[in-house]
């Protein structure tokens, strides 16, 4: 099959919901500190004047749900290691 795509801006577009975020430091180890966060997203489009049949409608370009999570260990003040996941 062909696969299609194409690209077109957007008049207006707004985006609302909750992000929620946590860290923990020295839980399992002195110098191991732990980064969470996720975020909950409704873009939605406002104005279209190339395709008016989109607003109301969710917008592609910003994902719907956004998660966090690090883990970063401190040798020294000034020298740190990090290691991280994002969805």
């Not at 299609?4 to 207006?12: A, D, E, H, I, Y």
């Not at 399992?28 to 409608?57: C, H, M, Q, W, Y």
């Not at 020298?79 to 994002?86: A, E, F, N, V, Y």
């Amino acid at each position: 099959g062909i696969t299609t795509t194409f690209t077109q801006n957007v008049g207006r577009v707004r985006t609302r919901g909750v992000e929620l975020a946590g860290r923990s430091a020295g839980w399992l180890a002195r110098n191991l500190s732990l980064d969470a966060s996720v975020a909950f997203n409704r873009p939605e489009i406002l104005e279209n004047p190339t395709l008016p049949a989109a607003v109301g409608k969710y917008w592609v370009r910003v994902p719907r749900v956004r998660a966090k999570l690090a883990a970063t260990y401190e040798w020294t003040p000034t020298l740190t290691t990090q290691i991280g996941w994002r969805y």
